[in-house]
């Protein structure tokens, strides 16, 4: 039995990015734009980017309920940054248009604007060694519902979080050259 592609939201961010660091791990990739680019795929990267922007453009494109009832379904799914707070149920100020289906709420650029960016390692539950994470722009978690296991905290702030087959970061994993997280999503593809 063949495993479908897994698919990465590229309608804005680093959708690219995602796409190399998945096909390094072994995957095949589709990019998604449109709905019925939803079909056959067997996990899903919702990238970082621009929250608003991102949200604008999948309800201009129709892909809001369609992206809800894939990831509500159970298909794997791995938001980072952006496709964090994209993904929460509520967003402190300003919240753009949310797929509402992971039950965090997140506070948009927690750790400071773009001249804020910064690296540093953070211990993540299931990772046997540090992760060099990258933060840009970065969200926070502010609020977890009682299903959220968390997995890493930075500065006693909660950054990655798993729901069933939803992992959210605030960092951006594919700007660097560990494959865990995408390895990660793959692994909950085979769980299901």
Do not use: W
Request: hydrophobic share 40%.
């Amino acid at each position: 039995m063949s495993v479908g592609p897994v698919g990465v939201l590229a309608l804005q961010g680093d959708f690219r990015e995602h796409q190399h660091s998945l096909e390094q791990a072994g995957a095949t990739t589709r990019q998604v734009r449109r709905p019925e680019d939803l079909e056959s795929i067997s996990a899903l990267v919702i990238p970082g980017g621009e929250s608003t922007t991102i949200g604008r453009l999948a309800s201009l494109y129709g892909m809001i309920d369609p992206l809800r009832d894939v990831i509500k379904g159970g298909l794997p799914t791995l938001g980072t940054c952006a496709g964090l707070i994209f993904l929460a149920v509520d967003a402190v100020r300003d919240a753009p248009p949310l797929l509402e289906v992971l039950d965090v709420v997140v506070e948009r650029n927690a750790f400071g604007r773009q001249n804020d960016s910064f690296e540093t390692p953070i211990d993540v539950a299931g990772l046997d060694s540090p992760h060099q994470a990258v933060f840009i722009r970065a969200p926070r978690v502010t609020k977890i519902g009682s299903d959220v296991e968390i997995l890493a905290t930075y500065d006693d702030q909660i950054v990655m979080v798993r729901q069933a087959d939803i992992l959210a970061g605030a960092f951006h994993p594919e700007l660097t050259d560990d494959l865990r997280f995408h390895e990660m999503l793959l692994s909950v593809r085979e769980e299901n």
